[in-house]
């Protein structure tokens, strides 16, 4: 709430300066590109810091608009479903069993889509990309050597510790190093370019190539070890696909080298690190859980409350409860209707049921925001995968195919934490998700196949 009136206010008064004093578009729009630097700047370090980014970039931009006189909005390829999402969580505030948490947990997601758009527009030439691009790998790379000695200082291999990251989440933070992970591998150590596309060898870029290719490679070592530390299933199991596509979009021996060195390091991982391996292997087995660290069988409580979610949904299949509802009405319910302290399955109770939200972002949109909202998100789901596939295949561009690569490793991330630790109001994952997808929209719309002029170029580097 205080987000969005932050945002209210302050657009406002923008609003009557670019009413009265058009001339001011282009401060307004260096301004709101400062916004979206403080955001890929701050996200993997302080995520209060990064949500101040947010509102200085959407109400920059909507000055920006108006002293533009344009009321248009970029076309990204995803503006449909998200347009139709939003107006699916703003119409659920008229039917919500909780008004003030669809309040809270909508104008989360509305000022998400309003932030996707201020950096699909504002994000208007390559260098301005890359700049973004360059700011969130210098922030994340801080934040996963800042994890790595977290991580040893906590004994988190051999012990049930887990590490929090400089953001202190240990559910968002691995999510956000396998984001990191992406982008290293897609856009500094691959080269994406197409098989026609050879240059020659030039011998003074072969140290500083080399340089780089050890420090990031230092740098995905470690933020492999991060997500072992945290024990993440979710971010474990999105990273693993999402390298595999970025392997196998590069060159087919290279995914089957991936395969066998993952494989490898799986190994050598479980072997040593018995917490980790039982977290893993719980999402099949939840009595391994249970049997080596004596504790509940947390994923029978995941199931539970997935349960719990589908009878929601089953009640109110049109409409769902509203946006960030589940909650309260499964608070207000759980001891009629739903699995509570009992598993059916095994005839037991009191096992530990330690929330009250789905822990799965695909059923608490079903349960929420029903059917036609579920709906609209797996459209945007779907079109985060084949835009990007579209436009690899497409350009000869090496600069829009790693633009490209990065998105589809990014979105596989997601939907893999969108199962387990994320939802659609999560401040540091859904909204850097939505970040890249921006920077692949934005890098879509760079006229002339991604080459800018010089005059282009001049104009970017002087903003």
């Known amino acids: 709430m205080v987000k969005i009136v932050s945002i209210i206010l302050s657009a406002a008064v923008l609003i009557a300066l670019g009413v009265k004093k058009p001339e001011l578009s282009g401060f307004f729009e260096k301004a709101g590109l400062f916004g979206i630097f403080l955001f890929a ?16 970039a959407i109400a920059f931009f909507i000055a920006y608009k108006i002293a533009k006189r344009d009321a248009s909005i970029p076309k990204t390829g995803f503006n449909a479903p998200l347009l139709i999402y939003a107006v699916i969580v703003i119409a659920s505030f008229f039917w919500t069993y909780s008004l003030l948490d669809s309040f809270n947990e909508g104008g989360e997601i509305i000022y998400f889509i309003l932030f996707f758009f201020a950096a699909a527009e504002l994000l208007n030439t390559k260098n301005r990309i890359k700049l973004m691009i360059y700011t969130f790998t210098f922030s994340i790379c801080a934040a996963i050597v800042y994890g790595f000695i977290q991580g040893i200082s906590i004994n988190a291999l051999y012990s049930q510790n887990r590490l929090t990251g400089l953001i202190g989440n240990w559910v968002g933070f691995p999510v956000q190093v396998s984001y990191g992970l992406v982008v290293i591998i897609a856009y500094y150590l691959l080269n994406f370019k197409k098989l026609d596309d050879k240059n020659g060898i030039n011998l003074l870029e072969i140290i500083p190539k080399a340089a780089s290719f050890i420090f990031f490679g230092m740098m995905l070592l470690l933020g492999i070890f991060d997500i072992v530390f945290a024990k993440a299933r979710s971010a474990w199991l999105g990273i693993i696909p999402a390298i595999f596509v970025l392997m196998y979009l590069k060159s087919k021996k290279l995914f089957l080298a991936a ?23 719980s999402m099949f087995n939840p009595k391994i859980y249970k049997l080596e660290l004596k504790n509940h069988g947390d994923i029978e409580s995941h199931i539970a409350l997935i349960e719990s979610a589908w009878t929601v949904f089953k009640r109110h299949p049109l409409t769902g409860v509203g946006v960030g509802a589940f909650s309260k009405y499964f608070d207000a319910h759980k001891g009629i209707r739903f699995p509570w302290y009992y598993n059916r399955k095994t005839g037991k109770k009191f096992y530990d049921l330690y929330d009250n939200w789905p822990e799965n972002g695909y059923m608490q949109t079903l349960a929420e925001t029903g059917i036609f909202g579920f709906l609209s998100l797996m459209w945007l789901f779907f079109l985060a995968l084949k835009n990007p596939a579209k436009l690899f295949r497409s350009s000869s561009d090496k600069f829009k195919r790693k633009i490209a690569a990065m998105t589809a490793g990014t979105s596989i991330i997601f939907y893999g934490s969108f199962a387990g630790v994320s939802n659609m109001s999560n401040d540091e994952l859904t909204n850097l998700w939505l970040f890249f997808l921006a920077l692949f929209a934005a890098a879509g719309l760079l006229q002339g196949a991604g080459r800018e002029s010089f005059a282009e170029t001049s104009h970017t580097l002087k903003s």
């Open 259 to 281: 395969v066998i060195l993952l494989f490898i390091l799986n190994l050598g991982i479980f072997s040593v690190s018995k917490t980790f391996k039982s977290r893993i292997f």
């Open 41 to 56: 700047l701050f996200i993997p370090v302080k995520d209060g810091f990064a949500v101040f980014g947010i509102v200085i």
